[in-house]
Structure formats: C-alpha cells, structure tokens
C-alpha cells in the first residue's frame, strides 16, 4: 500500500459550476497523478518485470505538465482508499485477466469520490473498449497514452474514448522510463537473467508479422533511437544492473536495424535476453547477437506441425524452426521456445509433432500455454463471425490462456480435444519435458503461475 508519507496534500475548493458539490482542483502546476498496475491475485508472482508502459507516461507527464507529481503503485487495499484520497487523476493499466480488478478499482474510487478523474489504459482497453464503456471511467485511452494523459492532466477537452499510435519520429523521442526516479519502485521487481540481477526495457514497439492469434500482429515496428537506448542502457548500469530482458515483441527482426542497439548493449557490457523469429534467423545473425552479449534468445515456434503453422500464418517452417535452435545454440546462447496448444486444426496427431519438436529441436526450454482467443486478433474476429467451426471458446473466463507451472487455464476445445484433454496434454509435456519455465525456480522467464482461480467479480 501507499505509504502515508508519500500522500501528498490534496486541495479542496467549493465548485461554482458543480453547485457547491466538492471537487478537486488542479491546475497544470500541481496536478498529482497516481499511475496503478493492478494486482494478478491469480498470479504465484506478479513482481517480477516491472510495468514498463507506466514507466513511461511518468516520465511523459513529468515533461509535458509543469509541477505534475506522479506516483507509481504497485499495491494498494480497495479496503482502505484513504491514501489514494490525495490524488487528483487516477490511471490504471489493464491487461485482460485484471478486468475485474480494475472495474473493483475504478467502481470503489468512483463510489468515494465520484469527481476524481479516473482512467484506464493498456491492451485491453484497446481491444475491450465495449466491455470497459460500462464502468464509470472518465476516460479509457486506447493504445500510446504518452500524449493523451498529459492532456488529461492539463484539463484539455480529451474525448471519453481515446486512440492514438504514436508515429515512429515522435515515438524515438519520447522520454525514456524514468527507471532512476523509480529506483525503490523497482527494487520490489526481482527478474534475473543468467543468474544476474536484470530489468527489462524496450526499444521499439510493435510488429509486422501477421499471426492470426495475437494483438500485435501488423503492427509495424517503431524503434526509441540510439541517444534514447544509450541513456536508458546508462541508468540500468547505475542502478547495479547487469543483465536486461529486451521486451519488444520481436527484436532480432533484422541485423542492420539491430547492429546499433548491439553496439550499446556491447559496449555497456550487459547480457541480454530477446525475442527472435525463426524466419529471420541466420548463422551470422546469431553469431552478432551472441557478441553483442546476449545469453538467450526466444522465440514463438508455436507448434512442431507445418499444417498448424500455416493455419496460423506464422510465415516459418518447422525445418526453419528446428534451425533456429541450431543457429542459436551454436554460438552458445540459451533457446526457449513458446509453443501453443489447442488452435484451430489442432488434433492429437499435430500435438505429436509439437512433442518431436520438443524432443528433437534441442530446445533449452519451452512454455507451453493453451491457446485463448484474446479480442483484436484475427483468428478471433474469424470466430466471431462463425469462419471457424473446428474450434469452440468456452466463454472469456479469466483470459488466459496458460500460465508457468502447471495450473492453467483452457477456454477452448476442438471437435476432438475437450479442455481437460487439452489440460491434460499440457500437464503431460511440461512434466515429462521437465520445462524449466513451468518447473523451475523463479529466476526464469514468464514467472508467474495460474492458482486455478475463475474471474471474480
Ligand atoms: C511484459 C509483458 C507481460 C508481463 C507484464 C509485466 C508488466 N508488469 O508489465 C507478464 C509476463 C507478467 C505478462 C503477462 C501476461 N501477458 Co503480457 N505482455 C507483455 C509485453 C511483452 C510487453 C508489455 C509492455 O511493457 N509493453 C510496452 C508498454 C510501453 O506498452 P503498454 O504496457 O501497453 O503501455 C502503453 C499503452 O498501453 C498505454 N497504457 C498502458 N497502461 C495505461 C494506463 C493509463 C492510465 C493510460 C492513460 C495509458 C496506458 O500507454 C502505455 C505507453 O504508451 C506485451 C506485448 C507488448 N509488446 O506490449 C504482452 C501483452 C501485454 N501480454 C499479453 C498477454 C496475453 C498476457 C497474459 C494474459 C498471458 C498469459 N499467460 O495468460 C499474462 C497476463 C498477466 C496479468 N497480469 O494479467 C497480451 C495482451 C492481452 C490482453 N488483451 O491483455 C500482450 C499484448 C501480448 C500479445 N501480443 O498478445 N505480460
Ligand atoms: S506472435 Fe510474435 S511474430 Fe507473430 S505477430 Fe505477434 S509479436 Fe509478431
């Protein structure tokens, strides 16, 4: 929880315009801004990267609103709101399995105080836009908020919904997180790479790619610049970092583009983790991510079958995956593959191909996780509108789609898989491939486990 020293001193004044109902002021000198990543009670442990996107709309408002003050919290008790009573705007970040915290926040913010402002932001209001319309937010910001919230903050006509992608140029020049006015924030997130104490970062968004089951997909990339990497990399060392996990939905996309972002990680001597695609995996690509110092790459192999693969449009083959792993391994760095079960087309003998894969790719680790067709993705638009009829959503649960150990959760069957078959199926490899993601100590990768709880609330 918000610790009473950090509440700041909130202003009250007798609104004219509201009939003498009690309303926060703010002006642009001294707005004061409480930034919420909700609480995954469903998760075994959600401090293990911190939330970048917040991060970063502290470090936009900071620049673009004279005097804001801006808190970061990570904890709070809806039980007791007193120490969000000092703050003039609320935000809150949403990813679809926190929809029922965040409607518990916004509905207990709204009940106490009904004239503070109240926003959410994050991936699903931007595909749940509907759902979220029905709560009593002041404003539900879809997609980059670094230049909306500002506006919010200065009281400029901002519409109820919002949507804006932020062109590459201006992307490159937004403030980079304000990982060094956060250093206490961050110390409670405890990610380690390589056996070395490590923080994540981003250096662009987004992705070209076109797989049919994920929100990112046709995205584009927008990469920070150079200057911008260079001064993030440089507060990561300050703050005793020595390793960093590189986020961006697919990095390792193309070496010329890469080759400055390499140069920096070399040059400040941290290892790295990133994402990689096996389309656009070479030996020499390889060879340069390894200098550079990366210790492990993953990547979305998805399934051992090529039938799946194209259903999918993941744009690789399975000969393209098994040589990925081999370019990989070869000069030295840890491969981890994400692979999906129970998408449309699935059946046992496309799940067995998935376990050659496993056995014979020489794969490291792997997560397996139960396909969940997430709002905004192509294979769930086809859903919608009856296109595919060799695959039936349950209903949206939690929105999940599988976790790090073997509690999970299936959304899904086929005509000849049932969730519990699906469950079941999961369970089987992560166990008799003995996967260090689902098995292992928290010092790997996607950390965070399912406790078998349904939506809430
Ligand atoms: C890091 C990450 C995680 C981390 C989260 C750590 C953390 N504390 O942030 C972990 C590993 C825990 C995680 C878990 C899951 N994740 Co995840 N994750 C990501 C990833 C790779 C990067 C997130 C990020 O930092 N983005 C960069 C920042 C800058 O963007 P951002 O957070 O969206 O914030 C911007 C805007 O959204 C907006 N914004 C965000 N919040 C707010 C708040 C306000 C007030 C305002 C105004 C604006 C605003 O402004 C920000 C700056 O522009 C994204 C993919 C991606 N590239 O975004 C997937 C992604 C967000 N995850 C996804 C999924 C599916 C999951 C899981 C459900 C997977 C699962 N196993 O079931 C779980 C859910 C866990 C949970 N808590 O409920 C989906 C989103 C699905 C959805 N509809 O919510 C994504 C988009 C991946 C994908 N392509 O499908 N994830
Ligand atoms: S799954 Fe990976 S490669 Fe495919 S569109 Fe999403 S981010 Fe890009």
Redesign the pocket.
């Known amino acids: 929880m918000l610790s009473h020293r950090e509440r700041p001193v909130l202003r009250r004044r007798r609104h004219r315009a509201s009939g003498g109902r009690v309303a926060p002021i703010y002006s642009e000198k001294r707005v004061r801004l409480l930034?919420i990543?909700?609480r995954?009670p469903f998760?075994q442990d959600?401090r293990?990267?911190?939330?970048?996107?917040?991060l970063?709309?502290k470090s936009a408002a900071l620049r673009e609103v004279d005097g804001a003050q801006v808190t970061i919290a990570d904890d709070y008790d809806l039980d007791d709101l007193a120490p969000l009573a000092d703050f003039d705007v609320i935000?809150?970040?949403?990813?679809?399995?926190?929809r029922a915290e965040a409607r518990r926040i916004v509905r207990s913010v709204k009940a106490r105080w009904p004239d503070k402002v109240v926003?959410?932001?994050?991936?699903?209001v931007?595909?749940?836009t509907e759902d979220m319309e029905q709560d009593p937010w002041d404003?539900l910001?879809r997609?980059?908020?670094?230049r909306?919230?500002p506006r919010i903050l200065r009281r400029e006509p901002v519409p109820r919904i919002s949507h804006e992608v932020l062109p590459a140029a201006e992307l490159a020049s937004m403030p980079p997180p304000d990982r060094l006015g956060e250093r206490e924030f961050l110390r409670h997130y405890h990610y380690r790479l390589d056996g070395l104490d490590a923080t994540?970062m981003?250096l662009g968004?987004g992705c070209p790619m076109a797989c049919k089951f994920?929100?990112?997909a046709r995205t584009t990339t927008r990469w920070t610049s150079p200057a911008n990497a260079e001064r993030e990399l440089s507060d990561i060392v300050e703050l005793g970092y020595r390793a960093v996990y590189l986020?961006?939905?697919l990095f390792a996309i193309n070496l010329r583009r890469c080759a400055p972002y390499l140069r920096l990680l070399k040059a400040h001597r941290l290892r790295f983790r990133c994402n990689v695609h096996a389309r656009f995996m070479t030996d020499e690509f390889a060879a340069a991510l390894a200098d550079a110092g990366c210790a492990e790459v993953a990547f979305g192999a998805e399934s051992g079958s090529q039938a799946m693969l194209d259903r999918m449009d993941k744009k690789t083959t399975v000969a393209q995956n098994y040589a990925c792993v081999e370019h990989c391994k070869r000069h030295g760095m840890a491969v981890k593959a994400f692979l999906m079960i129970g998408l449309p087309g699935e059946t046992r003998q496309t799940i067995a191909e998935t376990e050659r894969f496993l056995m014979d790719s020489g794969v490291d680790d792997a997560q397996i996780?139960i396909y969940?067709p997430?709002r905004?993705t192509r294979f769930r638009q086809e859903m919608d509108d009856g296109a595919i009829a060799d695959l039936v959503f349950e209903g949206e649960g939690l929105?999940?789609?599988?976790?790090r150990d073997l509690g999970s959760d299936a959304a899904v069957r086929t005509p000849t898989l049932t969730s519990d078959d699906l469950l079941e199926i999961r369970r089987t490899l992560i166990t008799r491939y003995r996967l260090r993601s689902h098995l292992g100590p928290h010092d790997h990768f996607?950390d965070?486990h399912l406790a078998g709880v349904q939506e809430g609330g």
Not at 48 to 54: D, M, Q, R, V
Not at 91 to 98: E, F, I, K, L, R
Not at 119 to 124: K, R
């Open positions: 930034l990543s909700c995954s998760l959600d293990i990267y911190p939330p970048l996107g917040l970063y709309l935000g809150v970040s949403v990813m679809t399995p926190q926003v959410a932001g994050g991936p699903h931007l595909h749940y404003h910001v997609g980059d908020g670094e909306v919230l994540t981003l968004r994920c929100e990112d986020f961006d939905d996780a969940y997430y905004g929105g999940a789609y599988g976790q996607f965070m």
